[in-house]
């Protein structure tokens, strides 16, 4: 075999991305600590136990100052492995906003694309559905939500229909703040869905007890909004308390992001959360959560039990 | 519907956050400056013709003022942020008819009584020229300022003090209702955005309501 001799060109090119493999943030963490995926039960696809919520963060309207922004903050969010991004059309702009900033980073492959259907009149899914697809930029969504339970019946048949056409790849339904869990209980034991969203975090652990056991027994994926309580559990403990050193020697936690959404995401049933920010810096603690060592049940017990205390 | 609006908290019907609503409210500044001095003219313009008891053009430039806001903040930058905002406009443009409503005249607009004027005039002069003030105090910046025939709640505060002014009866509780609910509203939405002091417009509201009961009250003691 002719030995191959490199250029001095693809030399060079070489050195270079090695070197941005050792000293670039994203490529570096990606390197050491890869991102914690979980299995979409029932199918063959993973998804990284952190994603990106858009409630109010995303609204930011035509400013193009705060639209680069976003920009920012959603690429630091795919160079660190993220995928799935959730939205509404009830968030404002944030559908529109998003599509720039997607448009912007040229439509990364990884973007697992999440939305809902939020009308009260049942036969408008599919056009609501089109309008999301226009905004993003997007030919389809990955997951269509019926949002907050609104008109759930009409729309889940109507997403059923989209979903066995290909329209889309899987359907789910959405709560938040503890709203309707009996209704959305029997929904779930009831209907075929590929996801479902709610509230769970350190302080609201209701689901624990019924929808959780249920979503695992039902083969159903969990999405964790409101991981901080939207902001309020996160900014107390910022201010008041240091992230504990057992918490920080066990758990590799760094920050109180890392302690929240680590308890989160080691729960059996969770697929992941997606906390929203607004900043590049809570982005980067918000993904740093999504790898290495995470709690035990036992574990998980005591940081609520910490938390509770304070 | 009802039932499923419920379920849903104050929170949820502020889709953005605070930098955002009150960066909407500099842009409108920024955009329309220096229309502010005309807006200001008007607005003493408007007490002045509320007080001389011509109420007729008072109110109808005042309602074309309430279409104009509706207009040029609730259903164009506003309408970005708010699902809402387009309900919120045609409530607005409903005050705009409401006032062109009270100035039909059924009968001969009756100016017996002794007017309200220095509750209509302090309370105008709030919307008009204080709350400028003390919200560009508040925002750190004269871009904060929120202004008459603007911004939707100066305009409010204004609107019911040149009410008070220039109607009696049930023309000026019909003139008041929607600028009073605007002034709850607006406290409920500042409340959700913490800001520094929210409750002054509900508190204005309160003045106007306060204002208006007392005038029978003090006709009787006459």
Redesign the interface.
């Known amino acids: 075999m002719p030995e191959v001799v490199p250029t001095r060109r693809e030399f060079l090119t070489a050195m270079g991305v090695l070197t941005a493999a050792f000293t670039l943030p994203g490529f570096s963490q990606a390197q050491s600590k890869a991102l914690l995926c979980k299995p979409i039960p029932g199918s063959n696809q993973c998804l990284p136990v952190i994603g990106m919520g858009t409630w109010q963060t995303f609204n930011v309207g035509s400013s193009a100052s705060l639209r680069q922004a976003r920009t920012l903050v959603l690429q630091k969010f795919f160079e660190l492995g993220g995928r799935m991004v959730d939205c509404s059309p009830m968030y404002g702009s944030s559908a529109d906003v998003l599509g720039y900033a997607l448009q912007q980073l040229d439509y990364p492959e990884a973007l697992f694309a999440a939305s809902k259907i939020w009308t009260s009149n049942g036969d408008a899914t599919a056009e609501q559905l089109n309008t999301q697809q226009n905004a993003w930029g997007i030919q389809r969504f990955d997951l269509m939500q019926v949002h907050n339970l609104l008109s759930w019946q009409a729309h889940l048949d109507h997403l059923m229909q989209l979903k066995a056409d290909g329209s889309i790849r899987y359907i789910g339904i959405t709560t938040s703040h503890g709203r309707r869990h009996r209704e959305l209980e029997h929904i779930m034991q009831s209907q075929p869905l590929d996801f479902v969203q709610l509230t769970y975090n350190i302080r609201d652990r209701v689901v624990e007890q019924r929808l959780l056991p249920l979503a695992r027994e039902r083969d159903i994926a969990i999405i964790a909004n409101r991981p901080y309580g939207g902001g309020g559990i996160i900014k107390t403990l910022q201010s008041r308390h240091p992230v504990p050193a057992w918490a920080r020697d066990e758990l590799d936690c760094r920050t109180w992001a890392d302690y929240l959404l680590k308890f989160i995401v080691s729960h059996n049933a969770i697929t992941c959360a997606i906390p929203a920010t607004t900043q590049v810096v809570h982005m980067q603690e918000n993904m740093a959560a999504g790898s290495g060592t995470m709690p035990d049940d036992a574990m998980r017990q005591r940081m609520a039990a910490h938390v509770a205390s304070l | ?1 009802i039932d ?1 609006w419920s ?3 104050l ?2 019907f ?4 605070a930098e ?1 609503y009150f ?2 409210i500099a ?1 409108a500044n920024q955009t329309y400056w220096p229309l502010h001095v005309s807006t200001l003219t008007l607005g003493l313009v408007l007490i002045w013709l509320g007080c001389s008891r011509r109420p007729r053009l008072a109110l109808g430039l005042l309602a074309a003022v309430w279409v104009w806001v509706a207009y040029s903040f609730l259903f164009t ?1 506003y309408a ?4 809402a905002a387009h309900w919120l406009g045609w409530g607005i443009v409903a005050q705009a008819g409401l006032l062109l409503l009270a100035c039909i005249p059924f009968r001969r607009l009756d100016h017996s009584r002794m007017p309200a004027t220095w509750p209509g005039i302090t309370i105008a002069l709030f919307g008009l020229l204080l709350y400028p003030l003390i919200t560009a105090y508040l925002g750190s910046s004269w871009s904060a300022a929120e202004v008459f025939a603007i911004h939707p709640e100066p305009t409010a505060m204004a609107s019911m003090g040149i009410s008070l002014l220039a109607l009696r009866g049930w023309r000026l509780v019909l003139t008041l209702f929607i600028p009073i609910a605007w002034c709850l509203l607006a406290s409920l939405h500042l409340h959700v955005l913490e800001h520094a002091f929210p409750w002054m417009p509900i508190i204005v509201a309160a003045t106007a309501i306060l204002a208006t009961i007392a005038r029978p009250l003090a006709r009787d003691y006459k």
């Open positions: 519907m499923q379920t849903y908290a929170a949820d502020v889709p953005y956050l955002v960066g909407l842009a930058r970005e942020l708010n699902w």
